[in-house]
C-alpha cells in the first residue's frame, strides 16, 4: 500500500482504481498516508482514482458537517477526521479523483 512505485505498476494498464481501504482502527491517520500512496500510483500510471470514504464530511446543513453533529457517534470520530483531511488535504488537489462518501442515517 505503500509503495507508490510497486502501485503505479500494478494499475498500469486498467481504466479505473477503486480504493475502499480502511485503516486500522488503532491508527486512522495511517489512511491519510495510504491515501497519497494511491494518488501517487494512479497519476504515475495515469489511470483515473475512485476512493470511497466515510460520510463524516456530508453536509447536514450548510454550515454544519456530520462529524460535527450532536448525534454523530464518538466511535467513529476519528476514522471520520481522517476521512476528512484525506479529502480535503490529497483528494481535493487531484482533478481525475473521485471520494464516494458512505451514506448511514443516526437520527437526521
Request: hydrophobic share 45%; charged share 25%; proline share 4%.
Amino acid at each position: 500500500m505503500f509503495n507508490t512505485e510497486a502501485l503505479a505498476n500494478l494499475f498500469k494498464g486498467s481504466d479505473v482504481v477503486i480504493s475502499a481501504y480502511a485503516p486500522p482502527q488503532d491508527n486512522n491517520n495511517i489512511l491519510i498516508d495510504a491515501s497519497k500512496s494511491l494518488v501517487d500510483a494512479a497519476k504515475k500510471a495515469k489511470v483515473r482514482l475512485i476512493a470511497i470514504g466515510g460520510a463524516g464530511s456530508l453536509k447536514v446543513t450548510e454550515d454544519l458537517l456530520l462529524i460535527d453533529a450532536p448525534a454523530f457517534p464518538k466511535e467513529y470520530k476519528n476514522i471520520a477526521k481522517a476521512h476528512l483531511e484525506t479529502l480535503v488535504g490529497i483528494l481535493n488537489e487531484v482533478n481525475d479523483a473521485k471520494f464516494i462518501k458512505k451514506r448511514f442515517t443516526i437520527g437526521y
